[in-house]
């Protein structure tokens, strides 16, 4: 069974913008917090921002304000939208359900998309 399902990923300029958006199955979303990571060739896999079914988000210094995450409960859907993109952004970007925030930190569920690549060129 597919739970997630990740798109919008693509090869772009630097400064440009993406939206990613992560469909989840709604029996793991209405009640989850969702997350987005990233992972680089030869990286360890990180956290970029994640957000609460209320709507409460948070970001990686590194991507603070440029990335918006969002959500939209009624579609089940988890939105990442990245502007001024910089070629350090360049990684596979995959969408994590069912983690849980301990002391104001995301810890991972075990629920991941398949991922979408972002490219960006200098």
């Known amino acids: 069974q597919v739970l997630l399902v990740e798109s919008g990923g693509g090869l772009v300029q630097a400064g440009g913008s993406l939206r990613l958006s992560c469909a989840a199955a709604?029996?793991?979303?209405?009640?989850?917090?969702m997350g987005w990571y990233r992972q680089a060739p030869g990286n360890q896999r990180e956290l970029v921002a994640h957000?609460?079914?209320?709507?409460?988000?948070n970001y990686a210094d590194s991507v603070k304000g440029r990335f918006t995450i969002s959500r939209d409960n009624a579609e089940n859907t988890v939105y990442l939208q990245m502007n001024s993109l910089k070629p350090e952004d360049t990684a596979v970007y995959y969408c994590?359900?069912?983690?849980?925030?301990?002391?104001?930190?995301?810890?991972?569920?075990?629920?991941w998309g398949q991922g979408t690549q972002v490219t960006v060129s200098s």
């Open positions: 709604g029996s793991i979303f209405e009640l989850n917090v």
């Open positions: 957000i609460t079914p209320r709507h409460n988000a």
């Open positions: 994590n359900a069912g983690g849980r925030i301990v002391g104001g930190t995301y810890v991972r569920g075990h629920t």
